[in-house]
């Protein structure tokens, strides 16, 4: 042992040489555990992680959104003349803290002459959730507008997110640098199922550098089968890998002169056509389809000269409103070259598919006792639309399930979605349960749907008898 140790002497010359070296040697050792932490993908955070994950995700880090919201401008009098409010015009709210939290104008505005204020929209200056404040949090502008007295937000201002956090971007990271069929798979799902107009996506790999894309896209309202979702094919662009297809429902195989039509049917899409070889000369395929209202129709699809194998060209239809839900025929051309016959809304290479919504009615009689709660039809009701509208993609309906949602009521935050019981119901004397096809009367028995297909709700009946 050195000397100052034996004795308690914390000053000799050995003991303070062996300080300054271990701390020194300690400070190495931290300095190398740092170094390394920041080039392991399991250690590193913020700036260290964003640079070792850009080589795969070449965009990096997913940015938070800007809280968005209204700004109302107002003078004191009716303006005399019109008072210009521009594009960038900041204004903010003062915190508890003090702090000042700016956001500006996204448009120009006006307050016309005769007028006294006018409302603009507006965003945070800065991302994240702290640009989400209450109403009426907004006091003053940042700098002057003559004629302009007052400003405030009368509605408050929302939208305002995170940048994606280090855990996220971590397992987005691993994600794209697993198997490409598995990543390109877990990738799509998740991305598909952010989308603010998707309620459920489902990925299919079929081999060969083909995948399946199943959407139940919400957005467009009725038109979300007459337009197509940029949105969607945006996602499905950014996703993939490169060499694989998102080539929707095949509906019909060309090989040489033998045609084989599939049984598969789609909601409605437009039809493509894939050459299995390179197509030197050009060619033209003529083929028949049912379209959304069960018509039989024409169609026929040019393939250019040097058309390469795997190029998807959409071939058109009777009429350009049509969406085809099957290829019924399909006529060889003669050329003794292969073709795959397609089905999808989207774009060549980026195809996807929505499901078929099934209407499940149903018709139910019911006695009730001496005392039953209030509205207690308009409840049942209520609780089955909510039940039938709470299904997902491919999930068959159980006849069992009906029942018991008569009695009890649908809520999705309780356990097994059994809420509390409705008080008033002596005997369910008759229920039916018609849909896709089938009908359901009694225990045991299903509505059984395919893996494209979708419950919803269609005419829910409820009659009261003695």
Same mark, same amino acid.
């Given at each position: 042992?050195?000397?100052?140790?034996?004795?308690?002497?914390?000053?000799?010359?050995?003991?303070?040489?062996?300080?300054?070296?271990?701390?020194?040697?300690?400070?190495?050792?931290?300095?190398?555990?740092?170094?390394?932490?920041?080039?392991?993908?399991?250690?590193?955070?913020?700036?260290?992680?964003?640079?070792?994950?850009?080589?795969?995700?070449?965009? !990096?880090?997913?940015?938070?959104?800007?809280?968005?919201?209204?700004?109302?401008?107002? =003078?004191?009098?009716?303006?005399?003349?019109?008072?210009?409010?521009?594009?960038?015009?900041?204004?903010?709210?003062?915190?508890?803290?003090?702090?000042?939290?700016?956001?500006? $104008?996204?448009?120009?505005?006006?307050?016309?002459?005769?007028?006294?204020?006018?409302?603009?929209?507006?965003?945070?200056?800065?991302?994240?959730?702290?640009?989400? +404040?209450?109403?009426?949090?907004?006091?003053?502008?940042?700098?002057? /507008?003559?004629? +302009?007295?007052?400003?405030?937000?009368?509605?408050?201002?929302?939208?305002?997110?995170?940048?994606?956090?280090?855990?996220?971007?971590?397992?987005?990271?691993?994600?794209?640098?697993?198997?490409?069929?598995?990543?390109?798979?877990?990738?799509?799902?998740?991305?598909?199922?952010?989308?603010?107009?998707?309620?459920?996506?489902?990925?299919?790999?079929?081999?060969?550098?083909?995948?399946?894309?199943?959407?139940?896209?919400? !957005?467009?309202?009725?038109?979300?089968?007459?337009?197509?979702?940029?949105?969607?094919?945006?996602?499905?662009?950014?996703? /993939?890998?490169?060499?694989?297809?998102?080539?929707?429902?095949?509906?019909?195989?060309?090989?040489?002169? $033998?045609?084989?039509?599939?049984?598969?049917?789609?909601?409605?899409?437009?039809?493509?056509?894939?050459?299995?070889?390179?197509?030197?000369?050009?060619?033209?395929?003529?083929?028949?389809?049912?379209?959304?209202?069960?018509?039989?129709?024409?169609?026929?699809?040019?393939?250019?000269?040097?058309?390469?194998?795997?190029?998807?060209?959409?071939? *058109?239809?009777?009429?350009?409103?049509?969406?085809?839900?099957?290829?019924? *025929?399909? $006529?060889?051309?003669?050329?003794?070259?292969?073709?795959?016959?397609?089905?999808?809304?989207?774009?060549?290479?980026?195809?996807?598919?929505?499901?078929?919504?099934?209407?499940?009615? /149903?018709?139910?009689?019911?006695?009730?006792?001496?005392?039953?709660?209030?509205?207690?039809?308009?409840? /049942?009701?209520?609780?089955?639309?909510?039940?039938?509208?709470?299904?997902?993609?491919?999930?068959?309906?159980?006849?069992?399930?009906?029942?018991?949602?008569?009695?009890?009521?649908?809520?999705?935050?309780?356990?097994?979605?059994?809420?509390?019981?409705?008080?008033?119901?002596?005997?369910?004397?008759?229920?039916?349960?018609?849909?896709? !096809?089938?009908?359901? =009367?009694?225990?045991?028995?299903?509505?059984?749907?395919?893996?494209?297909?979708?419950?919803?709700?269609?005419?829910?009946?409820?009659?009261?008898?003695?």
């Amino acid at each position: 042992m050195l000397p100052g140790q034996l004795s308690g002497d914390k000053y000799t010359l050995h003991y303070l040489t062996n300080l300054t070296f271990a701390a020194e040697l300690q400070a190495c050792y931290q300095e190398c555990e740092d170094g390394l932490a920041r080039i392991d993908i399991l250690k590193a955070t913020g700036t260290d992680l964003e640079k070792i994950v850009t080589h795969v995700l070449i965009d !990096g880090r997913q940015l938070g959104d800007k809280a968005t919201g209204l700004v109302t401008f107002r =003078t004191s009098y009716e303006a005399p003349e019109d008072i210009p409010i521009p594009e960038g015009t900041q204004v903010y709210s003062i915190l508890e803290d003090g702090t000042k939290l700016y956001f500006e $104008t996204t448009e120009d505005g006006t307050i016309e002459a005769g007028e006294m204020e006018t409302t603009i929209n507006a965003q945070a200056v800065l991302r994240g959730p702290s640009g989400n +404040i209450a109403p009426y949090s907004i006091v003053s502008m940042k700098g002057r /507008i003559t004629g +302009i007295s007052s400003v405030e937000n009368m509605l408050e201002f929302t939208g305002g997110t995170e940048d994606e956090s280090d855990d996220d971007l971590r397992r987005r990271y691993f994600d794209a640098v697993q198997a490409p069929g598995k990543a390109t798979i877990l990738m799509l799902e998740r991305s598909l199922n952010e989308l603010v107009d998707v309620a459920e996506a489902r990925v299919y790999n079929y081999g060969e550098g083909d995948l399946g894309v199943l959407v139940d896209y919400r !957005g467009g309202g009725e038109d979300h089968i007459t337009t197509v979702s940029q949105e969607i094919v945006d996602c499905l662009r950014k996703n /993939i890998a490169v060499g694989t297809h998102v080539r929707g429902v095949i509906g019909a195989t060309c090989r040489g002169e $033998t045609v084989t039509i599939l049984e598969d049917d789609v909601y409605g899409g437009y039809v493509w056509v894939r050459p299995r070889d390179f197509v030197p000369e050009g060619d033209t395929l003529y083929f028949t389809y049912m379209d959304m209202f069960g018509h039989t129709r024409d169609g026929s699809c040019i393939i250019p000269p040097a058309t390469h194998r795997g190029v998807m060209i959409q071939a *058109s239809l009777e009429e350009s409103i049509d969406r085809a839900k099957k290829i019924l *025929s399909v $006529t060889p051309s003669g050329s003794q070259i292969d073709y795959d016959l397609l089905l999808g809304m989207g774009e060549a290479g980026y195809l996807y598919n929505l499901p078929e919504l099934i209407n499940i009615n /149903i018709l139910a009689q019911i006695r009730l006792t001496d005392t039953p709660e209030t509205d207690l039809v308009n409840k /049942i009701k209520a609780s089955l639309e909510a039940f039938l509208d709470s299904f997902v993609i491919g999930e068959s309906l159980q006849y069992s399930d009906v029942q018991k949602f008569i009695q009890n009521n649908f809520d999705l935050t309780a356990e097994g979605c059994v809420g509390r019981a409705l008080q008033g119901i002596d005997e369910i004397v008759t229920l039916n349960v018609f849909g896709g !096809g089938q009908t359901a =009367t009694k225990n045991g028995d299903h509505i059984v749907v395919e893996e494209d297909w979708r419950i919803e709700a269609g005419d829910v009946d409820i009659y009261v008898t003695d």
